[in-house]
């Protein structure tokens, strides 16, 4: 069983007070891992810096952890490129890095390319996850689907069919993607 935990909402663009981010993350962890959790998953993280103190938290736990980011091919909330992200992650000792639902399942697929090329220049190997939305948004703009004008109460048009789904998870997999 997998617990999540995600961006603190006080953090401002390396302002914020790290012991005061990573305080109330250790507080949310904490209810998890009395549930017996198996693996941390620290998701939905706009800024690379926030992610690496948040993984810094999860891996005191001693439990395995999984770092995905929402962010599009622009990269994180402050310009970060998307491979030097994935980089910083598995640095900061995440063994499963990625993206996750921003973006659409095209979108999301170019981003992990993106970040398995640094990871592999890097000579890296996490595990690859991801955790694309099911609609389709490539004129999402920087922040993806809550951008689009039919977000949020009109979006079922633009769902995915089951068989995009699977195509997609075939070239994910393809790619190295091991967590959908």
């Known amino acids: 069983m997998a617990g999540g935990i995600t961006q603190t909402g006080i953090f401002d663009k390396g302002l914020g007070n790290k012991n005061k981010i990573q305080g109330e ?7 998890l891992v009395k549930n017996d959790i198996e693996l941390i998953i620290c998701e939905y993280f706009r800024n690379i810096l926030e992610m690496e103190w948040a ?6 736990y001693g439990l395995p952890v999984a770092a995905t980011m929402c962010m599009g091919p622009g990269g994180d909330e402050s310009g970060m490129a998307v491979g030097e992200c994935a980089v910083r992650m598995a640095r900061a000792g995440a ?4 993206v996750n639902c921003l973006f659409d399942p095209n979108v999301c697929l ?9 990871l592999d220049a890097f000579e890296l190997s996490p595990y690859l996850m991801a955790q694309p939305l099911g609609y389709r948004v490539p004129d999402g703009g920087s922040f993806g689907w809550v951008e689009i004008p039919e977000f949020p109460f009109a979006v079922e048009p633009r769902q995915i069919t089951r068989f995009e789904a699977r ?12 967590y959908i």
């Open 167 to 178: 195509k997609w998870a075939r070239e994910a997999f393809n790619l190295g993607v091991r």
């Open 25 to 31: 993350l250790r507080s949310a962890l904490e209810i």
């Open 55 to 60: 993984i810094e938290v999860a891996l005191e």
């Open 95 to 98: 063994t499963l890095v990625g």
């Open 110 to 118: 170019d981003v992990l390319k993106s970040m398995k090329v640094a």
